[in-house]
């Protein structure tokens, strides 16, 4: 039992480039979302997913893509860099009925564009 | 924009102090939920609290809610060096759904 799983761990890029983070986990969760922290905040939801074919915008959906075409995997995809998108990611997952249920994180992945 | 706002924005103390640490909110809410942050490190979920609790332990942790005054507080007793990170708390909102909106944050630091 992994629980989140984020790929890359630390990424760089320069500024117009596309890349995607990858996030999976193994939890049967049906929701899963995606956060930033940016240096002395709280983090911010990006997009979420309450199951396989649903995605919602959250707080800061702007420059960011999500699908989600199994339970298991919440990509976010970055179309084309810009340096305002230099943050920590974070993906999460929970059980998704009834709210209140402990949300599992991933270890991060570090983005910096230049 | 952030819902929570958390005091102290940083917090020094001897091991074997307690630690304190507020945080207030802005709208109703389902739950309210505390997170530890070490440094460069995911957040790892330490206790959650829904809003019909005033006060709930878990091992060296005491948390209580006031919904009428829409804020929570932390208490770690007996701090180690190892309680060192950032915490913080989160919420998802009355409408029942899983989103968490954080809030800023404290910063413990734990010496020997």
């Known amino acids: 039992n992994a629980g989140v799983t984020q790929t890359p761990k630390f990424q760089v890029l320069k500024t117009g480039q596309s890349m995607t983070l990858q996030c999976a986990q193994d939890?049967?969760?049906?929701?899963m979302s995606w956060y930033r922290q940016d240096p002395g905040m709280g983090l911010r939801l990006i997009h979420y997913?309450?199951?396989?074919?649903?995605?919602d915008q959250g707080e800061v959906p702007n420059g960011y893509n999500v699908s989600r075409s199994t339970t298991e995997d919440f990509p976010l995809r970055l179309l084309s860099a810009a340096p305002s998108q230099t943050s920590v990611y974070f993906c999460?997952?929970?059980?998704?009925?009834?709210?209140?249920?402990?949300?599992?994180f991933g270890e991060g992945s570090w983005l910096t564009v230049v | 924009s952030q819902q929570g706002e958390e005091d102290p924005q940083a917090l020094s103390i001897q091991e074997g102090e307690n630690a304190t640490m507020n945080c207030s909110y802005k709208?109703?809410?389902?739950?309210l939920q505390w997170y530890r942050q070490n440094s460069g490190r995911g957040l790892v979920h330490l206790i959650l609290i829904r809003s019909n609790e005033r006060e709930k332990h878990s091992g060296r942790l005491r948390v209580t809610l006031d919904t009428s005054k829409k804020s929570s507080s932390l208490l770690i007793t007996a701090s180690r060096a190892a309680d060192t990170a950032s915490y913080f708390c989160?919420?998802?909102?009355?409408?029942?759904?899983?989103?968490?909106?954080f809030g800023t944050g404290t910063q413990l630091k734990v010496e020997l």
């Open positions: 999460a997952s929970s059980y998704s009925r009834g709210g209140g249920n402990t949300i599992y």
């Open positions: 989160a919420t998802t909102d009355s409408g029942g759904g899983n989103k968490l909106t």
């Open positions: 939890m049967n969760h049906e929701y």
């Open positions: 709208t109703s809410i389902n739950n």
């Open positions: 997913s309450v199951g396989a074919g649903i995605t």
